[in-house]
């Protein structure tokens, strides 16, 4: 159902700007794809960005997203990669 949700997103619609548009493009065009790459998703709790992605958490793998407490900073990126890049060669496409 959430697939086919974000298959039907038209970004004009949403008002949103060219960047962000074609990364919801990209991510579109791979979740369609039969074997398509897995979709990664770390953020911080607190990140100023984070309620944007609610829209995409249903379409994704929940295994995938990894979150913790803290802003759009390295401060926690890094430690969400230290915690994601041990699994990478794992992940398998949905």
Do not use: C, F
């Not at 949403?14 to 960047?19: I, S, V």
């Not at 998703?41 to 100023?48: M, V």
């Not at 379409?59 to 041990?86: C, D, F, M, Q």
């Amino acid at each position: 159902v959430y697939k086919r949700q974000l298959q039907s997103w038209k970004p004009g619609a949403a008002g949103y700007p060219d960047h962000e548009a074609r990364a919801w493009r990209w991510l579109q065009q791979e979740m369609a794809e039969p074997g398509g790459k897995p979709i990664v998703l770390a953020y911080g709790n607190s990140d100023r960005l984070a309620g944007a992605y609610a829209p995409l958490l249903p379409a994704l793998n929940p295994s995938y997203v990894y979150t913790r407490e803290g802003k759009h900073r390295w401060t926690t990126w890094k430690p969400l990669w230290r915690e994601i890049a041990p699994q990478i060669d794992s992940l398998k496409s949905p």
